[in-house]
């Protein structure tokens, strides 16, 4: 069985409230994008007992034996009998992007995982063993423009469509650790909440849209606000830094060449499919 694990952009990230579980509350709106992972699972021969991982593609850090999918293999291995698989992961998303990528390798793991073997897991049990991998994870189980409240789990959805627009991804070397990125940001409520604003005219939004995580990245890792700057100046309608960064995305009515423009950095170029 073969999955695509897809990214996510965050369309406004406002970081509402530190919670005593040292997480925080946060408003923001996902929106999926077709920049994908390829995963695969198979099961083994019977005498194997433990599951094996091959991956490949862009190189993630850390052992594979803690690579996400894996913990979503042994996340569901707690409750269900399952045989030993084989995965294959050939990885697509650049990781510490602010893109889920790892997120959403967990959340096609978890379902995966239940379809093949007909697990007795219902949709909202998913949800709830998903937020035990990441706060981004449940919402790849859902995976269309949604409305995250809580610390990223709790979903409204939202009569919200950028179809025909056109979306340019730009990711520089520098990679932000989320933990990070968020002890470095002062909590504020928004004075205009992001449903509102989307309501808006897309020209609108460039001045009233913000992530908050922007301010103390930009201080750190200048080069993130001037691929930002560059996007605006080829046309972009918007252009925001995605999650806890370091990607930056533009949205255009267009395609547009930036071939030349980041010459050090991954880009990725699509249609906005929702
Ligand atoms: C920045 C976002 O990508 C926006 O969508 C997410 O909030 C991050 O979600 P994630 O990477 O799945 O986060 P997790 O792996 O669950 O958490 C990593 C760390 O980020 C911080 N964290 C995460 C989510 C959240 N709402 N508040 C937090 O403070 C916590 O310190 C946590 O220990
Ligand atoms: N399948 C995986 N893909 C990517 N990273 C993984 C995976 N499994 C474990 N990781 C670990 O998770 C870390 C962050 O991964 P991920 O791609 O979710 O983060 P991110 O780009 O910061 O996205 P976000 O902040 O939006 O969740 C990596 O540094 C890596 O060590």
Not at 12 to 22: A, E, F, T, V, Y
Not at 98 to 118: I, Y
Not at 181 to 194: C, D, H, T, W
Not at 233 to 262: E, R
């Amino acid at each position: 069985m073969v999955v695509f694990p897809n990214a996510k952009i965050n369309l406004g990230l406002n970081i509402i409230s530190k919670r005593p579980d040292n997480y925080h509350n946060i408003e923001t709106l996902f929106y999926p994008i077709g920049l994908s992972d390829i995963l695969e699972v198979v099961p083994i021969s019977a005498s194997v007992e433990r599951s094996l991982i091959s991956l490949s593609g862009i190189v993630v850090d850390g052992e594979p034996k803690d690579n996400l999918v894996m913990k979503a293999y042994h996340l569901l291995a707690e409750w269900f009998d399952m045989p030993a698989v084989q995965i294959y992961l050939d990885k697509n998303i650049p990781f510490g992007a602010g893109l889920g990528g790892g997120s959403s390798d967990a959340a096609f793991m978890l379902r995966l995982l239940r379809d093949k073997f007909d697990l007795p897991v219902e949709d909202d049990e998913l949800l709830s063993l998903a937020v035990k991998l990441g706060a981004d994870c449940p919402f790849f189980l859902l995976n269309c423009p949604m409305m995250a409240r809580g610390i990223g789990n709790e979903f409204e959805q939202v009569d919200f469509s950028l179809f025909g627009k056109f979306i340019v991804l730009i990711k520089p070397s520098v990679k932000i650790s989320t933990p990070e990125a968020y002890a470095l940001v002062k909590p504020n409520r928004p004075e205009v909440s992001i449903p509102e604003i989307l309501k808006m005219p897309i020209k609108e939004w460039k001045d009233l849209l913000k992530n908050d995580f922007e301010e103390s990245v930009f201080y750190r890792y200048p080069v993130i606000r001037t691929i930002k700057e560059r996007l605006y100046f080829k046309g972009a309608v918007y252009a925001s830094m995605s999650g806890s960064g370091s990607s930056v995305f533009g949205i255009f009515d267009h395609p547009v060449d930036v071939k030349d423009d980041f010459p050090t950095c991954f880009v990725w170029q699509g249609n906005c499919g929702y």
